[in-house]
Nanobody, 122 residues
Framework: QVQLVESGGGLVQAGGSLRLSCAAS????????MGWYRQAPGKQRELVAQ???????NYADSVKGRITISRDNAKDTVYLQMNSLTPEDTAVYYC????????????????WGQGTQVTVSS
């Protein structure tokens, strides 16, 4: 089993920045891709960004140029640096991990964090 613990959410004004962190523990050897999904009220959970153990990353079109995912394999931690935030970024952000080299859909995710709220005020 793998446990994912997120931190760093909160309230920020439009145009501001936040950095989310997700620390993994447990059977780390079973993880390859890690990433972040988000779910806004009344909407489906969507992929924000993912990164493989080798550092290859993918982003949703809506966040490209504003959000950067990074990973520290020595600390088993993945980060999400979010800049130029807008109210449309308001959602619960979930850390995700899986054994394959991608987690492009929720079906590919084996492990979820508990979620952290990000609220962007206008």
């Amino acid at each position: 089993q793998v446990q994912l613990v997120e931190s760093g959410g909160g309230l920020v004004q439009a145009g501001g920045s936040l950095r989310l962190s997700c620390a993994a523990s447990g059977s780390i050897f079973s993880i390859n891709a890690m990433g972040w999904y988000r779910q806004a009220p009344g909407k489906q959970r969507e992929l924000v960004a993912q990164i493989t153990s080798g550092g290859r990353s993918n982003y949703a079109d809506s966040v490209k140029g504003r959000i950067t995912i990074s990973r520290d394999n020595a600390k088993d931690t993945v980060y999400l640096q979010m800049n130029s935030l807008t109210p449309e970024d308001t959602a619960v952000y979930y850390c995700a991990a899986g054994p394959r080299d991608m987690i492009m859909t929720t079906r590919m995710v084996d492990y979820w964090g508990q979620g952290t709220q990000v609220t962007v005020s206008s």
